[in-house]
């Protein structure tokens, strides 16, 4: 698929990224989760094709790739940085216990803040993994049991409402965190997010060239094959992991918490595998 091939309603995915943006368009403007990663560059520039008020902002997580973080400075200054008070190893040694695929706790306080009350623009697409495929689906709009007109109206505009299939759907009502979030590339495939990238000469970080799919947190275990590349190629931070491991060991004794871990070491290599 490209992103210039047409539907059968005779617009490419181009066009309907763009119409996303622009049909729910609030009036203080969205707010622009922006990581520096691939599907954010692309979200960015997007949102500038679409002419929509916007604010983009990024979380300095501290283990985000050096080369990330340079990328970010010099090629987006205009996105607003936000340094978060815990760090990571502050957050294993409170949680004792490292972040995993189930406890996501790194996440939570580190990458998803901001955005509370605002309509949030991400770049999460399906083909990132199949556990977002199943849980990333189209929720209304819909504040107070009633259904937000202009959603409404999107729907009917473009002849979204006698269809059934999921997968077209993008918005998301995140009443925990009071937030909507609209997700305006979700069916987008790796193919055409670089293809977009290519077309545009949109600047994306250099690690991607060095084999890296994903240029998110370091370590993060949320993909196994990321997790250990990451490590390898950023000794020192697996070293700074590894100390905090030994603390988190050290707690969970103090505490009287049952461990079968001695070292940190033990940690990392359970971690890992």
Not at 141 to 162: A, H, M, T, W
Request: glycine residues 6%.
């Amino acid at each position: 698929m490209s992103i210039e091939q047409l539907n059968i309603y005779g617009k490419s995915k181009l066009e309907v990224a763009i119409e996303r943006y622009q049909a729910f368009e609030p009036t203080e403007g969205y707010y622009l989760a922006f990581s520096g990663g691939k599907d954010s560059v692309v979200i960015k520039a997007l949102a500038d094709m679409a002419k929509i008020k916007y604010d983009a902002h990024y979380n300095i997580t501290g283990i985000d790739p050096p080369e990330l973080v340079y990328f970010i400075r010099e090629q987006y200054p205009e996105v607003e940085r936000h340094q978060h008070k815990k760090s990571i190893f502050k957050l294993m040694d409170e949680a004792t216990m490292p972040p995993t695929r189930m406890a996501r706790y790194c996440c939570k306080e580190l990458k998803e803040h901001g955005g509370d009350g605002r309509f949030v623009i991400t770049g999460v697409r399906w083909a990132e993994s199949a556990r977002r495929k199943s849980n990333r689906n189209m929720v209304e709009v819909d504040r107070q049991g009633s259904k937000s007109k202009k959603s409404i109206e999107y729907r009917e505009k473009f002849n979204l409402l006698n269809d059934n299939d999921e997968k077209r759907m993008m918005i998301e009502n995140c009443t925990i965190r009071g937030k909507h979030i609209l997700n305006p590339i979700i069916d987008w495939s790796d193919e055409e997010v670089w293809e977009f990238i290519y077309k545009f000469n949109i600047p994306y970080c250099k690690l991607y060239d060095e084999g890296f799919e994903r240029v998110g947190c370091i370590g993060c275990p949320m993909s196994h094959k990321s997790q250990i590349k990451t490590l390898e190629r950023f000794p020192k931070f697996k070293e700074n992991y590894t100390k905090a491991f030994e603390r988190m060991v050290k707690k969970r004794n103090d505490k009287g918490l049952e461990t079968t871990w001695k070292t940190g070491e033990e940690v990392m290599k359970w971690w890992i595998n």
